[in-house]
């Protein structure tokens, strides 16, 4: 089972910025799409951002559009989410997961299986 380890993750004022990071031993991690999603408490996890293997696909949540931005190093097998303009509302668990776009939609390869993720809180 290949693992993704997210960091990255804490404490930052309202309006402030975060980047989170991604990162696999997976050799293959150059064909997967990688999604971050979140979580916060009672609620379920959602789709935050995505990007393709190739760079040229890329989805964001409503709530983050403008604010957050997905990319991808593969000489470095990670995926980043900067985080801009961050809001209270933006408090959650973060976690990523290998998936893929079919037709526009974006799927999960293992939905079934998460890692630790990387917690970040924004006071107000």
């Known amino acids: 089972q290949v693992q993704l380890v997210e960091s990255g993750g804490g404490l930052v004022q309202a309006g402030g910025s975060r980047r989170l990071s991604c990162s696999t031993s997976d050799t293959d991690f150059r064909l997967k799409g990688v999604g971050w999603y979140r979580q916060a408490p009672t609620t379920q996890r959602d789709l935050v951002a995505a990007?393709?293997?190739?760079?040229?696909?890329?989805k964001y949540a409503n709530p983050v559009k403008g604010r957050f931005t997905i990319s991808r190093d593969n000489t470095k097998n990670t995926v980043y989410l900067q985080m801009n303009s961050l809001k209270p509302e933006d408090t959650a668990v973060y976690y990523c997961q290998f998936g893929e776009f079919v037709s526009g939609r974006w799927f999960a390869l293992h939905p079934d299986q998460w890692g630790q993720g990387t917690p970040v809180t924004v006071s107000s």
């Open positions: 990007i393709s293997s190739n760079n040229r696909d890329t």
